[in-house]
């Protein structure tokens, strides 16, 4: 039976679907200046800004992400980029502290029973009660 267990980067999951992090190549060759620390309740991200010299560190969310996966492109915009999956990931919630060098950002996680409803609300059919032409 396979793991439904939901991984951190998109690299590591076994379906491609159940991940929190698709971070872009150039940001995983720059692993050892930043991290990525798994709480029960959230993910938080730590960066050494003083090592990407200026460069932002772009984070993007995509609604419906298992759905419809985009995969994180390294260009010119988003030299340093990472998406969020929503679909586990509540961005709305989204914290994020500056210290001198240190950005830390947390994101907290959908929780179980929310993501049942998630899912759920999304495969209702919209119904049409009415439609005026002109």
């Avoid at 379906?15 to 995983?28: C, H, Q, V």
């Avoid at 586990?88 to 929780?111: A, M, N, R, S």
């Amino acid at each position: 039976m396979a793991s439904k267990k939901i991984h951190l980067f998109r690299q590591s999951a076994g379906n491609p679907g159940k991940y929190y992090i698709n971070p872009s190549e150039k940001l995983m060759s720059m692993a050892s200046e930043w991290r990525v620390v798994e709480h029960e309740d959230g993910i938080e991200m730590i960066f050494n800004r003083a090592a990407f010299k200026g460069i932002v560190i772009f984070g993007t969310y995509y609604n419906n992400q298992a759905i419809g996966d985009s995969e994180n492109m390294d260009d010119d915009y988003r030299v340093y980029g990472y998406i969020m999956n929503t679909d586990f990931l509540d961005v709305k919630k989204i914290k994020c502290e500056v210290q001198d060098v240190v950005t830390e950002t947390y994101i907290p996680k959908i929780k179980g029973d929310e993501i049942t409803k998630k899912k759920n609300k999304s495969k209702k059919k919209k119904k049409v009660v009415g439609v005026q032409a002109e």
